[in-house]
């Protein structure tokens, strides 16, 4: 069997994205994958993507997960990051506006324009409308949403002032201030949303068992190699989920709807 492997979610930069090809690498070797596997660069529509027979790893943000993909794919471990917003296994998003633009608190924003990544975002759009919920009136906070389809274009949207909040994914403002400081430049930090379960690695259902299990115990107990392609992404360590920790995901989404506030607007 050929698989195929891809992680996506945090290819903010070409170093970063070779520091991937290198934790898959350290990652196949500990596992003793002997089938071919082919790095995919050009993954297409991930909801699609992540539904492949033949994938071996990848990586999903947890609102899809929980939403579509769970009953199509297996858990293999969570990235636990050393970055701030992060804690053990859990990640949150920053709250960001732009220096002089007025915003102090998520409150100021009432009446502004909000940047969004994408509609089935955990870190920027649900975690957002957690956030937003108990200050909405009458259903809507925002004076309108722009939907940008990426964090780092979100940020530019606030920088800019096409757009005036944003909810980021703590990683990938960690990495954009590694790996492109200028794009956090005039930007101020509100505060965090509360947190969730992070992006968890996946691989499709119908890997075989025997697999899965290697790609487990290597991410759970890595060797020197793998630790140090860890240590390069600032991986901390993975742990193990279970299905039922990406309800919280779902919990963040049933407070809005309980409040009133079941769309972002």
Request: one cysteine or more; aromatic letters at 8%.
């Amino acid at each position: 069997m050929k698989w195929i492997a891809a992680l996506p979610m945090y290819d903010l930069s070409p170093r970063l994205r070779q520091e991937h090809c290198a934790l898959q690498g350290a990652l196949f070797e500990q596992a003793d994958i002997t089938a071919p596997v082919e790095h995919v660069d050009d993954t297409g529509p991930l909801a699609e993507f992540w539904r492949r027979p033949d994938l071996l790893l990848s990586q999903t943000c947890g609102y899809p997960y929980w939403r579509t993909l769970r009953q199509h794919v297996a858990l293999l471990a969570t990235p636990c990051f050393d970055v701030p917003g992060c804690m053990n296994g859990d990640y949150s998003s920053v709250l960001v506006a732009r220096n002089g633009s007025g915003i102090r608190t998520l409150a100021d924003a009432r009446g502004r324009v909000a940047a969004v990544n994408e509609r089935h975002s955990n870190s920027g759009m649900n975690a957002l409308r957690h956030a937003v919920a108990p200050l909405a009136r009458g259903g809507r906070f925002f004076r309108d949403v722009a939907w940008t389809g990426s964090h780092a274009a979100s940020l530019r949207a606030v920088r800019s002032g096409a757009a005036d909040v944003a909810a980021i994914d703590c990683v990938t403002y960690a990495y954009l201030r590694r790996e492109d400081p200028i794009s956090v430049n005039g930007i101020a930090i509100l505060g965090f949303t509360a947190s969730s379960p992070g992006l968890p690695l996946i691989a499709a259902n119908g890997v075989p068992d025997a697999l899965l299990r290697r790609l487990r115990e290597a991410l759970l107990a890595p060797g020197a190699r793998l630790k140090e392609a860890m240590a390069a992404l600032r991986i901390r360590r993975f742990a193990g989920v279970d299905e039922r920790d990406y309800e919280r995901i779902d919990d963040l989404e049933q407070l809005a709807v309980n409040l009133g506030y079941p769309e972002l607007r």
